[in-house]
């Protein structure tokens, strides 16, 4: 199975900082990458397909790079709306495998 | 609209199975695939695998294989999953999606359903 090793697992952060969100694949992947934002009690949406296509109706403080083993989310000014938690999925291979995800969180 | 509704929170005592049903409307139910993933408490995301509406084939992941079964039924345009030999650990909120993660069209999701496994 590819291995997704999401980092950092946590962070805290204020409304406006940039961050970033690293997602590194145990093998090669291309770009068969998508981020999720998930909040407590609601379904997961897709943010990003592609490893670095926006989804329509997404904000476009976030956007995702990568191809490969290594890949980044990143908010440029984060809203209160963004605290959440944050996965990778590659859907290169079977099993499709998740991130480990990366919690969002208000300093 | 599309829509995914699923079947109420369950409990059931462990060596049980479970059956969820993610009733689909809003587009045509054949066209495309059913995933289903999981989230236990306090962790992450878990893919189970998928289901292929019109074709009728499955792709399970390996830690699944022999208690899992997806299935749909076209008539109703509803999707299932059962999971069979029940542990303390597949306690969890089971979400049923239409997800084509490599395409731009939007993902939509159930509602999820709690399944809690208790002696």
């Known amino acids: 199975d590819i291995q997704m090793t999401q980092s950092p697992s946590s962070l805290s952060a204020s409304v406006g900082d940039r961050i970033t969100i690293t997602c590194r694949a145990s093998?090669?992947?291309?770009?068969?990458l998508a981020w999720y934002q998930h909040k407590p009690g609601k379904a997961p949406k897709r943010l990003i397909y592609?490893?670095?296509s926006l989804q329509s109706g997404v904000p476009s403080r976030f956007s995702g790079s990568g191809s490969g083993t290594e890949f980044t989310l990143t908010i440029s000014s984060l809203q209160p709306e963004d605290f959440a938690t944050y996965y990778c999925?590659?859907?290169?291979?079977?099993?499709?495998?998740f991130g480990q995800g990366t919690k969002v969180e208000i300093k | 609209q599309v829509q995914l509704m699923q079947s109420g929170n369950e409990v059931k005592q462990p060596g049980a199975s479970v059956k969820v049903s993610c009733k689909a409307s809003?587009?045509?139910?054949?066209?495309?695939?059913i995933s289903w993933v999981r989230q236990a408490p306090g962790q992450g995301l878990e893919w189970m695998g998928w289901?292929?509406?019109?074709?009728?084939?499955?792709n399970y992941a390996q830690k699944f294989q022999g208690r899992v079964t997806m299935t749909t039924d076209t008539s109703t345009s509803t999707a299932y999953l059962e999971l069979r030999n029940l542990r303390s650990d597949d306690t969890a909120v089971y979400y049923c999606?239409?997800?084509?993660?490599?395409?731009?069209?939007?993902?939509?999701w159930g509602q999820g359903t709690l399944v809690t496994v208790s002696s």
């Open positions: 289901f292929n509406a019109y074709n009728g084939k499955a």
């Open positions: 592609a490893a670095s």
């Open positions: 999925l590659q859907h290169n291979a079977y099993p499709w495998t």
């Open positions: 999606a239409r997800d084509l993660p490599w395409l731009s069209e939007s993902d939509y």
């Open positions: 809003g587009y045509t139910f054949s066209s495309y695939d």
């Open positions: 093998q090669g992947i291309r770009n068969d």
